[in-house]
C-alpha cells in the first residue's frame, strides 16, 4: 500500500515562489523503489509533468517548468518537494506528486502508479 499526501498550496503573486510537500507512505519501501513526479493539471488541459526526481537524477519539462521546477527529495523523511520559482499565472492548477514502480525518470502520466489527492496552486494578480 502506497500512500501520497501533498501540502504546500495556495495563492501565489507573479514572480513568487512556492514549495509544495509531499510525505510518501508505505510498507517497507522508500523513494529507492520508485520514480517521483510532480503532476499539474489545469482546468480543461491535460495532467503534465513539471518536475521528477528518481534518487539518481532529475528532470523538469522545458515548457511549464522552465528550469523554475525543481523535485528534490528529503530521505529521511519520506518527503519529495516541488521547489517552484518566478511563477506566473499559468501555474494556476492543482498540482499531484506521483510514483512509478519504474524507476526510470519520466515525465509521463502513464508511467505512474500512485497519485496523491493534490494541493491547490492559485495565481493572484
Known amino acids: 500500500q502506497v500512500q501520497l499526501v501533498e501540502s504546500g498550496g495556495g495563492s501565489v503573486q507573479a514572480g513568487g515562489s512556492l514549495r509544495l510537500s509531499c510525505v510518501l507512505s508505505?510498507?517497507?519501501?522508500?523513494?529507492?523503489?520508485?520514480?517521483m513526479c510532480w503532476f499539474r493539471q489545469a482546468t480543461g488541459g491535460e495532467r503534465e509533468g513539471v518536475a521528477a526526481n528518481n534518487r539518481v537524477g532529475r528532470t523538469s519539462d522545458a515548457d511549464s517548468g522552465e528550469g523554475r521546477f525543481t523535485a528534490s527529495l528529503d530521505e529521511a523523511k519520506n518527503i519529495l518537494y516541488l521547489q517552484m520559482n518566478s511563477l506566473k499565472p499559468d501555474a494556476t492548477a492543482p498540482y499531484y506528486c506521483a510514483a512509478s514502480r519504474s524507476v526510470f525518470l519520466s515525465l509521463r502520466p502513464d508511467v505512474y502508479d500512485y497519485w496523491g489527492q493534490g494541493t491547490q496552486v492559485t495565481f493572484s494578480s
Open positions: 508505505t510498507s517497507g519501501s522508500t523513494f529507492s523503489k520508485f520514480c
